[in-house]
């Protein structure tokens, strides 16, 4: 995978936790238990995917410009977008899609819990 900074990335999130999901073969990126990113490995155990969560509108606009941008892989194909790990979406590009899908997970926390993730990232 060319984006080796992916998981350092994630985990510098107010909140962020991860997980293994051996089932799936997935490393989960999770905010309050809830999953806004996961790195997707083939049976041999290397990162072919990147799978986060855009709004609709956005996640096919990027799938009609990048071919590297593929529907959701094994998630819902409206609301869930997989990128090639071995693609050529830009740095910058990633870890913008990457802070959407971190805050449309976000924001659909209550009030009181943004709040403490917020002050627990600052402290």
Known sequence: MK???LDDYLLKKAGVTK??????NWTRYLLDDKMFAALCKDAE?????ITLKLEPVEGAFLREQYS??????????????SIKADGNIP???LKELLDKSYWL???????????????????
């Open 3 to 5: 984006y080796f900074w």
């Open 19 to 24: 997980d293994f999901k051996i089932e799936w």
């Open 45 to 49: 155990g290397k990162d072919v995917l």
């Open 68 to 81: 590297d941008i593929i529907p959701g892989y094994y998630m819902n194909k409206d609301h869930w977008n």
């Open 91 to 93: 740095d910058d590009l």
């Open 105 to 123: 997970v976000f924001e659909k926390l209550t009030k009181k819990k943004q709040k403490e993730l917020l002050e627990k990232n600052q402290g």
